[in-house]
């Protein structure tokens, strides 16, 4: 790994302390004009990547928002905003939009910054050999299906550079998201020389060329991952912050005490066992907002046992009492998801299953009429594997769930958590019987759900297959209106809902606990502060 760059010794120096807050501590984390201002954020369990076009974690999305700046960012609200394009046009058919680059865009390394940068960071992302599981997030620029299926070259993406300072994308339908998607890191221009000196190594530390405001000096796998400003970012005159250092916390308890320690400015989430001491003693630092996240257990349809029962589907779901799970077990303001659109996602009204309202001793009768037509009773239990990461609040949904399983149906689940790069491998390989995850939307539409259980998206990861589904996302990709687009994608999820390839648990908040030296902060439906907009007094 790479040393710390000097500028971040400071930041080196707090994580070392263990003590409780003291004023020593407090007077470390206020910036003062002659220290380095160094942001210290938790980052959860960390990256998987931090490689823009195959991370996947909406952990190493965080620190990718740092290093990358796409052709357009998020505003405080999470509205699409210029990012390294000053303005953008679109075609009257709504399929072709027109970039015009910021003057004097310029790479970590000094490197002039290029449209043609741009096309290359998108073609790499539909290159089969790339093996981005978000290929198919952009599959409504021309031709991109037909790259990821490597019927054609990635050089026939629909992207063009027809001179430095100009991006051109054409569409196959409408796709009044653009903008919002084109902030993703997914979608990031990549550095070409250092691409072509080593893919493998190309994100590493001391090899990662970014454009962002801050670049990659350290990345220490299960402690820490430090930035430093970039001085060649286009906004650099702006940044008040001199680098940021992610700390890594499997634990969240041990997150929450780096922060009263003094060691962290920001945590990545809040305890819940903590969560009332938290309120009483903390209240003034504390964050807590919506959130476009669906926390979810996920079929694996791929496995005899749930593919060809869906009424054993439909059974595990009608008997989770999701009102109680968010009152007795998680109790830090989730709401219950009887759907799997999180509510208040932009111009959409969210679905819910057709039994959401009922009572739920009705639900649990009709849920054991279902269990016995698919084939099992109390004699014969359903018998399978949930997988999930390890934490103490995946633990406790877990052992909450499988309890209602097994009182309302007799079903025997075998509870098994695991380190969160070995869940994703096993989900991958198709290794589980039932999965823990959560998806984050990519942009404030509801698209970036419904694409998830597309027949071909790279991260339908229960594998749901329904032509019917497909065909209404096609619909919905070729409506001329929005009211009409809405509607469609509204009887989607509800098509989707009835086969249950899912079971949406809760949706998520923010939680975040902010220390008054910070300046800046906002909350969004995205979860996403850059660190360049805070600073540290």
């Not at 357009?72 to 953008?88: C, E, F, I, K, N």
Request: with cysteine.
């Amino acid at each position: 790994m790479a040393v710390a760059a000097p500028c971040l010794l400071l930041a080196a120096a707090l994580l070392g302390c263990t003590r409780e807050p003291t004023a020593e501590a407090t007077d470390q984390l206020t910036a003062t004009a002659t220290q380095p201002k160094i942001l210290l954020r938790g980052i959860g369990p960390g990256p998987d990547s931090l490689d823009p076009q195959k991370a996947r974690l909406i952990e190493a999305h965080a620190v990718l928002r740092d290093l990358f700046e796409c052709l357009t960012a998020l505003g405080p609200d999470a509205a699409p905003v210029a990012g390294a394009a000053s303005d953008w046009t679109v075609s009257d058919d709504g399929r072709v939009y027109t970039f015009k680059l910021r003057p004097a865009l310029a790479w970590s390394n000094g490197d002039p910054l290029v449209a043609a940068d741009f096309v290359a960071g998108l073609q790499r992302l539909v290159d089969p050999a790339t093996a981005s599981q978000y290929a198919q997030v952009v599959d409504v620029i021309e031709n991109a299906g037909q790259i990821i299926a490597g019927k054609e070259p990635p050089t026939a993406l629909g992207v063009a550079a027809p001179d430095d300072a100009t991006v051109i994308i054409r569409l196959t339908t409408r796709a009044p998201y653009l903008p919002g998607l084109l902030a993703h890191p997914s979608t990031c221009p990549v550095h070409r020389p250092s691409l072509a000196a080593g893919a493998q190594e190309f994100a590493r530390p001391g090899k990662l060329v970014s454009n962002g405001a801050f670049t990659l000096a350290d990345w220490i796998e299960g402690s820490s991952i430090t930035l430093q400003r970039n001085p060649h970012y286009r906004g650099n005159a702006h940044n008040q912050i001199d680098g940021v250092r992610y700390r890594i916390f499997v634990d969240e308890n041990a997150e929450l005490r780096a922060y009263r320690a003094g060691e962290l400015h920001i945590t990545f989430v809040v305890p819940r066992g903590q969560f009332t001491w938290i309120q009483q003693n903390l209240r003034s630092e504390l964050h807590v907002s919506p959130q476009m996240n669906t926390y979810f257990y996920g079929f694996n349809l791929d496995r005899p046992l749930f593919a060809n029962n869906p009424k054993l589907r439909q059974a595990l779901s009608m008997v989770i009492d999701r009102d109680r799970l968010a009152d007795t077990v998680l109790r830090v303001g989730e709401t219950p998801a009887n759907g799997w659109v999180p509510v208040g996602t932009h111009d959409y009204g969210s679905q819910s299953f057709d039994y959401a309202d009922q009572p739920m001793q009705e639900r649990i009768a009709t849920a054991r009429q279902l269990y016995r037509e698919a084939g099992f009773s109390v004699a014969k239990p359903a018998r399978f594997e949930l997988r999930y990461n390890s934490g103490e609040m995946h633990n406790k949904v877990a052992i909450a769930v499988a309890s209602m399983w097994k009182e309302a149906l007799g079903v025997e689940a075998k509870l098994v958590a695991v380190e969160v790069k070995s869940l994703l491998a096993d989900i991958n390989a198709h290794r589980v019987d039932m999965f823990r995850l959560s998806w984050a939307g990519d942009y404030n539409d509801a698209y970036t759900y419904a694409q998830y259980l597309k027949s071909d998206f790279g991260i339908n990861t229960v594998g749901y297959k329904n032509p019917a589904y497909d065909a209404l996302l096609a619909k919905a990709a070729a409506a001329a209106g929005l009211t009409t687009r809405r509607q469609i994608l509204e009887e989607a999820e509800r098509l989707m809902l009835a086969d249950h390839p899912l079971i949406p648990l809760y949706f998520y908040v923010n939680k975040h606990l902010v220390k008054p030296a910070v300046r800046g902060w906002y909350d969004n439906v995205l979860n996403v502060t850059y660190s360049k907009d805070l600073t540290l007094e």
